[in-house]
């Protein structure tokens, strides 16, 4: 436990000395602050001549937050890609892991301590920019978001499952190619999910398909679907619901357990066949 | 497929099991038929070696040999096709075998974004050194290495020498009884190289297991006291370094190449040439004069003659020479 801590310091310490902290900190900063300037403007915008009603402000704002935390998982998944990327493909080329492997420690205690210093480097980026994402859009419009909590922390699963993949593609691609690799197959991921809510909405089975293979083999816009559902008001839901079908930033459904099960046995295979590969490596 | 045994497992295969012997689990380096493949081609072939506790070893053979593949194999980096070994009595590849091992890579990098003493307290942490002790044992470190005054220093920051000098801090770090020096010397300067020297002087001193992979031959012929020669793969030579070196020889230096007038010395022992330079073997004084009389009769022109001993780097070039012909 002692060397998966040693591991885990490790890597929170480097992204922080080579600023990929400060980097996303600072990205987040000017989206929250742009988002919580326009958050504050909405209640006084007038759409022909007349001030928005309470109704129309809080779908305004629920379909605004869904974008901004959007865009901030974007840039979340783009950070964590990047740094997860070369985390083993990089030390492994550079030689920095011969004289690391070298000591009595074990490979497992390496990749998991790597894995954990992702981890909380990816959950705190979630819980301190959505949080305050969502007290940006409470505050400026006094729209409450239904479960914050849950929205913040499947936001964080999300992360925590594309960091994941990215290690395991850092075991097995150049630290370039792996990080490509991980963004392409994020957006792809999520592109393959609105071609399954637009199968949805015209009722074509053979097209929403693509959405339900699409969760089950990267489980990141599964969860996405999980956090706009979280953000949602349940009673502005059901006045809208059946225009809203189809839209990626509405979901009238919330996530089952056992997709939450599913995506859980994703993440641990994901690290399973990490480790199998980083356990045959010869530096 | 061949599977590797990486510990004292017995072997199967209708044969009684043999167990792995008290004294081989005493040595600090216990290696029976290593054998490694990558793909097609061999590094390995089925190295045998002891290497006894406070014995410095030197490990010499051309590039390709499998010399630095032997040296990832015993800390645990690669893992052999087949083959068994012990390394400080325990089973290969396991924690246990680098917990008092010190390693210096030939590709020696460390964390660029840390400086020299958070480099060394991480090692020492993952070395399992006492928390009271690691600061005075990183001082020490890196005094050996000559950095103390370059503890807060990036590692960035450092020349291509003074990692090299970190990398062997980070080898020397809780007193290791084994350490493996993969070309230590390759990017230092002649200070550095000396500091080295010394610094197996130290360890030799102190009963450290030195196991020294290295081109420096001059390094070698200094420091060891028994070479282990790889060439392609095999053990070639393993011998204490005196007997190979205790040898007379006359060194004639010609004008123009020498090779063409090793016919006229025949009857002189096993002659060998080296660019303008004749090589004669344990040969009496009182031969000298029929030496030169026998060159200068076949229209050498005779620059010099001096009687020597022979050299780590004739003895290797004659080996290398002996495997190519046996091979050829």
Redesign the interface.
Known sequence: M??IL?FAR?TV??SA??KVLWALVGLAALIIGLSFWGFARLPAVHVFGTQLGAANSNLATAQLLGFVLFALSFVGALGMSFVAAPTIGGELE???A?????????RSEVLLGKWLGLVVLAVAYVVIVGGAEIAAAETGTGYLVPNPVTAVALLAAQSVVLLSLALLLSSLLSPMAAGVVAVGLFGTAWVAGLVGDVGQSLHDSSVAEVGTIDHLLLPTDGLWNGVMNALDQTNLMSSFSDRLVGNPFFQTSGLTITYLAWSAAWLVAVVAATHLRFSRV?? | MVRARVGPAPSKGGCAPRPIGAAAARDAIWCSRLSKSYGQRAALRSVSLRISPGEVVGLLGPNGAGKTTLVKMLVGLVRPDSGEALVLGAPLGLPEARREMGYLPELFRYQPWLNVVEVLELHARLRRVARADRPGEVRRALALAGLADRGPDRVANLSKGLQQRLGLAVALLGHPRLLLLDEPTSALDPTGRADVRSLIDQCRAEGTTVLLNSHMLSEVERSCDRVIVLDKGRVLADGPLGAWLDHDVLRVRLEGEAAHFVPYLAGFGEVSAHGQELTVPSLAMSLVPEVVAALVGAGARVVSVEPGQVSLEEKLLELLARSDEADA
């Open positions: 002692t060397n040693i490790l310490l480097e000395r080579r550079s030689g920095v011969l004289s690391l492997l070298a000591r009595p420690v074990r010869e530096p």
